[in-house]
């Protein structure tokens, strides 16, 4: 079985070459795995530094993670294709765990379980994660690793990544609830380690969800319906599910709604895209 890793890659120069040397070197990687990464709108060395590991190397002018992902779909030739961020320091290891998985009999997405590195992080950060990775929204999800796997027969269900913000919202929605598990393995999650890296980072992750929503509502045939939309974000999850159960969070729950009302006016500030860059350290990751 031959595994397609599909790496998108925004100006990554600086991470990824220590991402490819820890997944190229490991020895459990092997002849039947591909890497291709797709740097796309790089400014950077990027696309060089990639080369220099003797992996496909695509590029693309558009600064566009779909599109990315899309180019690179078209030059794999996996049976089982693994979509990993840039920056998420994944091995070999877990890569066979996952294709393991989608060789299950029902069984057609997988992903790893995430692990939030708050370490060197500003105090409103550790507490807005506190909250954030209890919420319900994620439990058996594919979302929010920067990891998914899928099966020939998941990407038979759509043509192409939509050019929506939220893509890893899509992969998920077009999995049913009982075909997608969570390996027993951790992949660890940055969290941005100031106060205004996450308030952008939530500004940009909650007008993602409204607009993989808007794309729900009025999806091109070709794309098919999702199977498993996640539901549009609750207001009073965050305190039905998590302080209601843990009252000490009570502090750190002050913090996560102060964070949410600072994110939501930044969204709606005249100027602010959803299309802008993430910046260094800041990665689409459990930031609903």
Known sequence: M????????????????????????????????????AANGCTDDTAAVARSFGVHVLEISTPSKAAAMNAADQASNGDVRIYVDADVPVT???????SAAVSQPGVVAAVPRPLIDCSGSAWPVRAYYAMNARLPVFRNRL????????????????????????????LDAV?????????????????PQRTGDLIRRVARAREGNAEFWRFVRSAPPEYGLPLDPVPGPSSWSWLRHVLLRSPRLLPAAACYVVIILLAEAQRRSPGWSVRSGWGRGERPQLGR
Do not use: C, Y
Request: charged letters at 30%.
């Open 2 to 37: 031959q595994i397609s890793v599909i790496m998108p890659a925004f100006n990554e120069a600086a991470g990824i070459r220590g991402v490819l040397r820890r997944l190229l070197e490991s020895p459990e990687f092997g002849a039947d795995m591909e890497v291709i990464v």
């Open 92 to 98: 070999a290891e877990v890569l066979r765990q996952l």
């Open 143 to 170: 979302f929010g690793r920067g990891i998914i796997a899928l099966s020939a027969e998941a990407r038979s269900r759509f043509d192409r990544i939509p050019e929506i913000t939220a893509d890893d919202m899509f």
């Open 175 to 191: 999995v049913g609830a009982d075909e997608k598990v969570e390996i027993d393995a951790v992949i660890r999650v940055r969290a």
